[in-house]
């Protein structure tokens, strides 16, 4: 009896519930029970790197975040960002997502602004130095500059000029900047400079031949200039014309900014001087029939070569009696014999 009692009082308990369960501030308090039942906080996942560097006064473009849930879907996730590009710093990005159970999610980006303090890299295109023509337009090639953060994208000014109708030496300056005002600086120096030379001519024969001992007379030489006209010509010489040879006249001119040129005439002194035979020995000789002749030869001198190859021509027949005689030649290399 006892037994069956604790059962009824069981179900009734059961009923009671079930009863309770249909009445609507039951429900209510059911409801509760599953948001309890959710203590999961939805999972915050940020794209790419956890702390970002910028350079100061770029745009920060923020990669974003993603939210799941064990339950709930498509959660909506706040942003909440206090970057300042043009201020040096660090900086908070947070994300934040809440589930319909009120379990919340926060994470967080750390972004740090710094300041580009590394200058641009700034070439120059061409020498830097250059010899430019008097007269003429001048046209720089200019620079060009690449930067760590800016890459090509630097602003390059260029100070100085050039000015080709004056003889001198002038300076081109090339700036370049950056975005955060760090600044490279090159320098070019172009030198005007008159390129055009007077011009020489010779008068008369070049070169020319004189027989040695006869007197040199120079035939001169004329300068111009296109832009001064005649100039002066001086005249240097080495002729000597008692010694044969070759020997050059040197004509020099100069422009009024020192441009100078110089030509040259070669004179040929000829030597017209023919070698000297000395016999040695006798010039005469007077032999026995059948005796033996030696020919004793002869010494050659010049005035100007050496070496010179002595001819003996004839002979001497001993055997026979009679007057024989024999010639010595010898011939410089100017054909003086």
Not at 195 to 211: A, M
Request: hydrophobic share 35%; proline share 2%.
């Amino acid at each position: 009896m006892k037994r069956k009692n604790i059962i009824y009082a069981i179900l009734s308990l059961s009923v009671f519930v079930f009863s309770a369960c249909s009445n609507g501030t039951t429900t209510t308090k059911n409801t509760t029970a599953v948001k309890k039942a959710d203590a999961i906080s939805p999972t915050i996942t940020i794209n790419g790197e956890l702390v970002v560097m910028i350079y100061q006064g770029y745009d920060y473009i923020d990669k974003g975040a993603n939210v799941t849930d064990n339950i709930d879907t498509n959660l909506a996730l706040t942003t909440n960002s206090n970057v300042d590009k043009n201020s040096e710093g660090n900086y908070t990005v947070i994300y934040h997502a809440i589930d319909t159970a009120g379990n919340q999610a926060t994470s967080t980006r750390a972004v740090n602004v710094i300041r580009d303090k590394e200058a641009p890299v700034i070439k120059l295109i061409g020498s830097s130095l250059i010899e430019f023509p008097y007269a003429q337009h001048y046209s720089d090639a200019g620079a060009f500059a690449v930067d760590n953060v800016d890459g090509g994208n630097v602003s390059i000014s260029t100070s100085g000029e050039v000015n080709t109708t004056k003889l001198g030496t002038y300076t081109l300056y090339f700036k370049a900047i950056d975005k955060t005002n760090n600044e490279a600086n090159v320098s070019r120096i172009v030198r005007v400079v008159d390129k055009n030379y007077p011009t020489i001519t010779i008068k008369g024969v070049n070169p020319v031949s004189i027989k040695q001992g006869e007197r040199y007379i120079d035939a001169g030489a004329t300068a111009f200039y296109d832009r001064e006209g005649n100039l002066n010509v001086d005249t240097n010489s080495t002729v000597d014309s008692n010694t044969a040879g070759s020997y050059f006249v040197f004509y020099t001119s100069k422009d009024s900014v020192g441009n100078q040129i110089t030509v040259t005439r070669r004179v040929n002194v000829i030597d017209v001087t023919p070698p000297t035979i000395t016999l040695n020995g006798e010039s005469n000789i007077i032999l026995k029939q059948n005796q033996t002749y030696i020919e004793a030869g002869a010494v050659v001198t010049d005035n100007v070569d050496t070496n010179i190859i002595l001819d003996i021509n004839g002979s001497v027949d001993t055997k026979t009696i009679g007057k024989y005689t024999l010639t010595y030649t010898a011939t410089d290399k100017n054909a003086n014999t």
